[in-house]
Nanobody, 123 residues
């Protein structure tokens, strides 16, 4: 089992930045890809970014390339999502997930999920 706890969400003005954190516990993360998804009100959950724990390969949704950066801290067993140039369209609950498939954008490929953290961007 892998337990995931997100933090760092909040209310930010358009153009601002936030850094989300996902603290993992329970198992070594070396076999896993860690990912961020988001779900806006009334919409389906969608892939944002992923990082392969073993070699730091990263994967991004086209909509966030150049603005969001996923990274990890091996010593802290934590994954981060740095979000810059935020706009109201990215308002959503952001979820951390862990799975075995390299950089997969598919929800079904992730076995473990956090409880989510709310990100709200005001105009």
């Amino acid at each position: 089992q892998v337990q995931l706890v997100e933090s760092g969400g909040g209310l930010v003005q358009s153009g601002g930045s936030l850094r989300l954190s996902c603290a993992a516990s329970g198992r070594t993360l070396s076999p896993y890809t860690m990912a961020w998804f988001r779900q806006a009100p009334g919409k389906e959950r969608e892939f944002v970014a992923a990082i392969r724990w073993s070699d730091d390969n990263t994967y991004y949704a086209d909509s966030v390339k150049g603005r969001f950066t996923i990274s990890r801290d091996n010593a802290k067993n934590t994954v981060y999502l740095q979000m810059n140039s935020l706009n109201p369209k990215v308002t959503a609950v952001y979820y951390c997930a862990a799975g075995y498939y390299n950089g997969s954008p598919r929800i079904g490929d992730y076995n473990y999920w956090g409880q989510g953290t709310q990100v709200t961007v005001s105009s």
